[in-house]
């Protein structure tokens, strides 16, 4: 690794100070927490789930059914439980913080819609016919401490009864690297025009990050948008200059400027612009609350409200904005919060 040539600065929302201004926004009309909510580490508002006597032997009940479900189980990297009528699968088999993780659903009636509520977010289902099964992205932030967590799933009849499901899934501690980075003293302590221009650009992400669809638009396995060698991982915490730490909240890929780079799945361009920290970056939307950001590139070839192909060319890679040499870095992003991309990009999905 070589920790002061190829990083770009914290990415997206490079300072705390700023995560904590978000103001609180909705998804799927209900109020959710604001990142700051979210991330902060004694939190009475965020209802973390305290193990009871109940639900330790719940878990530990759990526990035993996952070995017979993983011996069942003929998908790598999943499990599927089947519990109360309700047969459940979900990737990847271990959550950590900082995961994406996808859940299909087969519930024991045939329902017109089905939603659940997991770590204080709204889950999109939507229905694979071909699959006679439920799928719904979710993910973890990567401040959810590790604990047992319930994921409270309500289905909706075609007679319009409601028919629910509570189940608990244990998140255990991801295992991230830490690095110290040396950057310009303008990156880690900008002056007032650039303080402004973050400013700005901090409304214009508000705005983006607003407008998900919760309906699917993704389609298939996500791909890596490049074909290359990746640089640096998710999660790495860095210290720059002995002072500003931050996660990467990212997935960098080495490329030279200019390497076509292509959309992860099928969706809709949320943001096709340049950015002060990003640089030229596209946001494309996949529905169920999830994006991919492309950033620093040299071109950006879609336009706002274009609906994009998995694998259409969507610009070229560069190394504009906080960045110190050409590369890309991908980001997932899932209703506010940031997710590891090598782990989406190991799902298995229809
Ligand atoms: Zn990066």
Known sequence: ?????????????????????????????????????????????RRRYYPSAAALLLAVSTLAAFQVAVAASTLAGSKREAVGGWAIQWQPASLVNGSPVVFQVAPPARLAGLSA??????????????????????????????????LDLEGT???????????????RPGKYPSVAVTVAKRYTEPGPEQVERIRQDKTIKQDVFRHTD??????????????????????????????????????????????????ANAGTV?????????????????????????????????????????????????????ATGPHLHLAVRWQGVYLNPATLLSLKLP
């Open 157 to 171: 009849t075609s007679k319009g009864n409601k028919i629910t499901l509570v189940r608990t899934f244990a998140v």
């Open 117 to 150: 509520k997991w770590l204080e977010h709204d889950v999109f289902f939507t229905y694979d016919a071909a699959n006679h099964v439920w799928y719904g992205i979710a993910g973890i932030s990567l401040e959810t401490r590790p604990g047992i967590y319930p």
């Open 214 to 263: 919760p309906d699917r638009e993704w389609l298939g396995k996500f791909r890596p948008p490049v074909d290359a060698r990746v640089s640096d991982v998710f999660g790495t915490r860095r210290t720059f200059n002995g002072k500003v730490q931050s996660m990467h909240q990212g997935l960098d890929y080495a490329v030279p400027q200019g390497t076509p780079v292509s959309a």
């Open 270 to 322: 949320l943001l096709a612009s340049p950015l002060y920290f990003e640089g030229n970056c596209v946001v494309l939307d996949h529905g169920q609350g999830l994006l991919t950001l492309y950033l620093h590139l040299s071109e950006i070839k879609v336009k706002p409200g274009e609906r994009i192909e998995g694998g259409q060319e969507i610009g070229l890679s560069g190394g504009t904005g906080r």
């Open 1 to 45: 690794m070589q920790p002061s040539g190829k990083y770009s600065f914290p990415v997206v929302f490079p300072s705390r100070g700023m995560r904590r201004r978000r103001a609180a926004h909705t998804a799927g009309g209900k109020p959710v927490l604001s990142e700051t909510e979210r991330t902060s580490s004694a939190q009475p508002a």
